[in-house]
């Protein structure tokens, strides 16, 4: 919760209480693959300590290696590592043995959307929603699969019926981008700058990617690093950002963050 819903101390404050409850868990039960899980999610999305957090990962599995949820996390850090149809694999064993977890459902229509497999995606983040309407951020992806085939139209549809407010900002700028009315996707870009440039900074990266912008659209993503957004987890699965992906700053942005150039996703047109 802490990485989609607070920024600065109150995020740090969140994550250290996670800490020491990960930490709590192993001393008592050092062989507890849901703790292991617990901390390499923190080494991962908080610390962006890739090799501890696939460490953390590679150990759950060790321990349970059936369990739905470690198959999850071991294709999160696939997908973060560029390795998307892996992620594919793992997150549908997943979703084999947990078929009721909504949220895996959305993880694995990101992934199919960034190996444009787009009808698909749309069907795996449509379950999603079947299985827990109310949830945050589906209804946004739903929009970013609608903009990947060009349908503005249907992308701010989906938009306008996202859950969550932060969310449903972050939706309304990007499908704006691909509409007719540019003073529309500029002010909507204001708003989400104005309102959410502490918690969004790579998602509006997203959208200067969409205004095929990519002065802002790094510049953006730098302040993401700066705030350790834990977006960028999904830059070598986001075929947004990997329009740029044969620009300069984008192999030296991966080097500075720790992450390969080599994906097998396909970036957008």
């Known amino acids: 919760m802490a990485q989609a819903f607070l920024a600065g101390a109150a995020q740090q404050q ?3 209480k996670a800490r020491a409850a990960a930490d709590t868990a192993l001393q008592l039960a050092p062989d507890l693959a849901l703790a292991h899980r617990a901390r390499g999610h923190l080494l991962q999305s908080a610390d962006f300590d890739l090799r501890g957090a696939q460490a953390e990962y590679q150990r759950a599995a060790q321990l349970a290696p059936n369990d739905p949820g470690v198959l999850f996390n071991l294709g999160t850090m696939d997908a973060t590592l560029g390795r998307v149809q892996q992620a594919v694999d793992l997150t549908r064993k997943a ?4 078929p009721l977890h ?3 459902y959305a993880w694995l229509g990101g992934y199919l959307a960034a190996l444009d497999q787009l009808d698909a995606a749309q069907q795996a983040i449509a379950k999603a929603i079947e299985l827990q309407p109310a949830a945050n951020d589906l209804h946004e992806q739903l929009a970013m699969v609608a903009i990947l085939l060009g349908d503005a139209k249907a992308a701010l549809a989906a938009a306008q019926h996202e859950t969550d407010p932060a969310w449903l900002e972050v939706a309304v700028a990007l499908a704006m981008q691909i509409g007719p009315d540019n003073q529309a996707a500029d002010a909507a870009l204001a708003t989400l700058v104005e309102k959410d440039a502490a918690l969004a900074p790579y998602q509006i990266a997203q959208v200067y990617s969409l205004r095929r912008d990519p002065g802002n659209m790094f510049k953006w993503l730098d302040r993401a690093w700066t705030a350790r957004d834990p977006g ?7 075929p947004f950002i990997l329009r740029y992906r044969d620009d300069s700053r984008f192999a030296a942005f991966c080097n500075q963050v720790g992450l390969p150039t080599t994906t097998d996703a396909v970036a957008m047109k």
């Open 14 to 16: 969140a994550y250290a």
């Open 102 to 104: 909504a949220g895996w």
């Open 232 to 238: 960028i987890d999904g830059l070598l699965y986001d």
């Open 95 to 98: 979703i084999a043995g947990d």
